[in-house]
């Protein structure tokens, strides 16, 4: 079994909508999770970090459920540029990050 | 500033080939991770460098694999004798500290033919 699983998608959406994924992971000794973004042929790219709480940066919110182990992205008022592939990542210990294959969302004019 | 740099951005090989790939960190960042990134999977976890010793090299798939950092900043991803599996996007990331956020360089997109 992988360690973080994603819907591959892809989600495909008309500019304006709202469209959320998730994903699980399976180490429930994990301390650390976050999205990662990336752009066709492009490196990953930090979209933000996601705290027990739930936290929001703009457009974007993210939850985490410790107990049932799962990560998710809502994206809001989606634009053509938020057309990308969105890794979920999860670190078990101070520096190994563990990726998710990701969610490949299409933004359509 | 400048981020991670990786030269080359393309190599293409004959299997059972040498090949090197380099990774120049952002300037100060002591941790410097390799990953490999195979078509439609997310990036997997290679090795990783505390200054210049290698901390953890636990995903190096085998023995044709090896990595060295000596001066504690620019790091060469080695394979020998390499194998057309081999074939996937080498991706460098460098810290300031390794609970730090990790930046990620272009990648090299290797191929063995």
């Known amino acids: 079994r992988k360690e973080v699983e994603q819907d591959p998608g892809p989600f495909n959406v008309p500019e304006g909508a709202t469209v959320a994924f998730n994903c699980t992971y399976s180490n429930s000794a994990s301390q650390s999770f976050f999205w990662y973004r990336q752009d066709c042929r492009k490196e990953p790219k930090l979209l933000m970090s996601?705290?027990?709480s739930g936290n929001e940066d703009g457009r974007f919110t993210a939850q985490l459920n410790r107990a049932s182990q799962y990560i998710s992205l809502l994206i809001r008022d989606s634009k053509l540029s938020d057309s990308a592939t969105y890794l979920c990542?999860?670190?078990?210990?101070?520096?190994?990050?563990?990726f998710g294959a990701g969610t490949t969302v299409t933004v359509r004019a | 500033g400048a981020g991670v740099s990786q030269t080359p951005s393309n190599k293409v090989t004959e299997k059972g080939k040498y090949v090197e790939l380099r990774c120049d960190p952002i300037?100060?960042?002591?941790?410097l991770y390799w990953y490999r990134q195979s078509l439609g999977q997310g990036p997997e976890f290679l090795i990783y460098f505390q200054g210049t010793g290698a901390a953890d090299d636990s995903g190096l798939p085998n023995d044709r694999f090896f990595a060295v950092r000596p001066e504690g900043s620019v790091s060469t991803l080695k394979i020998q004798r390499t194998e057309r599996g081999d074939s996937a996007v080498y991706l460098c990331a460098s810290s300031g500290l390794p609970t730090d956020t990790q930046y990620f360089g272009p990648g090299t997109r290797l191929t063995v033919l």
């Open positions: 990542v999860v670190n078990s210990n101070d520096y190994k990050l563990s």
């Open positions: 996601v705290y027990s």
């Open positions: 300037s100060g960042h002591t941790a």
